[in-house]
């Protein structure tokens, strides 16, 4: 080969390039110039590509991937060092000895705030009270938040701080749970990722004086989850809920040199959300629209959670007599609101979880079609962890996106014993993230961590999608619902390029399009998938820079 052209900016050498483009699946080696991919090939051609001030990598024989696309990563909720630490707490005598030893460590906190406390480490199947805290806590305020940050808990100070009381449970930031005997408030918040994570929700937060809300806090989670994001090889984030208050955190972070990967920011279209609104999204995602900070997609939740039992299936669940839980919209008045979405071409990621959810979102795209015309709208159904069966094939049929977070299905976090398994019942687990059924069926996998809801590393993902196995080894869990190790690499590039029409810049290593890319420490594609927990990527580059890793 003869180059007719200038020299490359960087050429990468002697490595397995797996492109995820079935044109040309396998290369050697691949040339940069200004950010894009101008050659692949076999390694005996590189050198025709290099010149003065060509910067030279070496891939030593290492897989080299396509930047991985995390379609669903909660960057700027991410987790806080200034909050105790509650994952792995499996109990509610060892949440209260990390509060206390947290306490003891700061005598002077105006409040006690922790995340990430889990449904199951309360005793008897039921959730969290302000009693269970005040033992505690005393009378300084604490604000728990759950692991997947649906539901809040707080203490008697709190509840009292907050104003909330019998007569006011229907609040900025969620609803409170009322004991039916007394109709006091237990100091158990629910809707709060539908209220309290809203604009008006979080400024509520912040003006009633709750440290976590702070923008400072804010942005130190942003940027400590942007380092995180980076380092495991994640070169475009999709950031799923979002208001246009949020979005300054994104631009000081890229002004500040700390958004290093490519980001999408969803915008929140909560309940009451107006056409004036609307408009101010529009604009927004005109103003911000380049390959590095993206503004469009609109996040709406039709449904909630199965640990707390929150949402809405199609039967009752298991031992709750006739609740089967609520959507947030009447199925009428939701299909309705898409239609109008759709028609203002809108793409819009839905949070449904239960069976019923998901029908209701589906039901909705199809009413949106009939009523809009077909058209290339890529909506997403975000989770989709209890699909009933006879959903599945609606997913290929309509262009509906599945966008699955593999790490949630695991067997210590979902599987038998965990409240999510508890709650649906076995008869019904055949429906849990029926992953390969989806793909069989034609059905975009998009990939996810849903951090800081699960471990942000794609290489979890990864094994937890190929296997259904505990991190720590062990039996299955739904292992008819597996995928192969390139399915699921798949979904975290190519997968997740198509849902967010990023697929002609993204998530194949292919001539002209951005040279976003990573090198693993071990050839996942090779080894047992017992062994792709704990690979690195050990260099990262976007568009042709190297960011991270060694020799950045």
């Known amino acids: 080969m003869t180059r007719t052209a200038a020299p490359a900016d960087l050429v990468l050498r002697n490595a397995r390039i797996h492109t995820v483009d079935p044109r040309l699946p396998a290369a050697e080696a691949l040339a940069v110039r200004d950010g894009r991919i101008v050659w692949l090939g076999p390694d005996a051609e590189a050198a025709a590509w290099a010149g003065e001030g060509t910067r030279i990598v070496d891939g030593a024989g290492r897989l080299v991937l396509p930047g991985f696309i995390d379609a669903h990563n909660h960057v700027r909720l991410g987790s806080d060092d200034a909050c105790v630490q509650l994952a792995g707490a499996c109990t509610l005598t060892e949440i209260h000895h990390r509060i206390t030893a947290w306490s003891a460590e700061h005598p002077d906190a105006e409040w006690i705030e922790a995340e990430a406390f889990d449904y199951s480490a309360i005793p008897d199947g039921r959730m969290p009270n302000a009693a269970d805290l005040d033992q505690v806590t005393g009378d300084t305020p604490a604000f728990v938040l759950s692991y997947d940050v649906h539901t809040a808990w707080l ?31 237990t100091g158990f918040i629910k809707d709060f990722a539908v209220k309290g994570l809203s604009r008006d929700g979080h400024r509520a937060l912040r003006e009633l004086g709750v440290p976590w809300a702070a923008p400072d806090r804010q942005y130190g989670r942003l940027v400590k989850s942007l380092d995180d994001a980076i380092r495991f090889g994640i070169t475009t984030v999709v950031e799923p809920q979002n208001s246009l208050d949020d979005l300054e955190l994104f631009t000081r972070a890229r002004t500040e040199g700390r958004l290093r990967s490519r980001l999408v920011a969803a915008l929140f279209h909560p309940r009451g959300t107006t056409d004036a609104d609307l408009d101010d999204f529009a604009a927004t995602a005109a103003r911000f629209s380049d390959d ?21 299936l199609l039967e009752p669940y298991t031992g709750c007599g006739k609740h089967r839980g609520d959507t947030f919209y009447p199925a009428e008045e939701f299909a309705g609101l898409l239609a109008k979405l759709d028609a203002r071409g809108f793409q819009c990621f839905v949070h449904a979880t239960g069976d019923r959810g998901i029908r209701t979102v589906l039901d909705a795209v199809e009413h949106a079609a009939e009523v809009n015309g077909r058209r290339d709208a890529r909506h997403q159904v975000v989770h989709v962890e209890c699909l009933d069966p006879q959903d599945t094939a609606r997913f290929a049929e309509l262009g509906v996106v599945a966008c699955m977070q593999p790490r949630h299905c695991a067997p210590e976090i979902a599987g038998p014993g965990q409240d999510w398994a508890e709650n649906i019942g076995s ?18 996998l998009a990939f996810s961590s849903d951090w800081n809801v ?9 094994y937890t999608a190929v296997t259904r196995r505990p991190l720590a080894g062990g039996e299955p869990w739904q292992p008819a619902e597996t995928v192969d190790v390139e399915t699921a690499v798949h979904g975290y590039t190519m997968g997740s390029a198509y849902a967010n029409f990023l697929e002609d810049e993204r998530g194949s290593l292919s001539v002209g399009k951005l040279a976003d890319f990573t090198i693993l420490s071990r050839d996942i594609l090779r080894i047992r998938p017992e062994d792709i927990p704990g690979t690195t990527a050990e260099l990262v580059v976007v568009g042709g820079e190297v960011v991270a890793g060694t020799g950045a």
Request: proline residues 9%; hydrophobic residues 40%.
């Open 427 to 444: 008869g019904r687990w055949h429906k849990a993230w029926p992953m390969r059924s989806l793909h069989e069926a034609g059905a975009v």
């Open 155 to 185: 203490n008697t100070a709190a509840l009292r701080r907050l104003g909330v009381s019998r007569e006011a449970t229907s609040l900025p930031f969620g609803r409170a749970e009322t004991d039916p005997a007394t109709g006091e408030p």
């Open 292 to 312: 590095r900070l993206r503004v469009g997609p609109l996040k709406l939740y039709i449904d909630d959670v199965v640990e707390p039992r929150t949402a809405a």
């Open 454 to 462: 699960a471990e942000m590393d794609p290489m979890i993902g990864i």
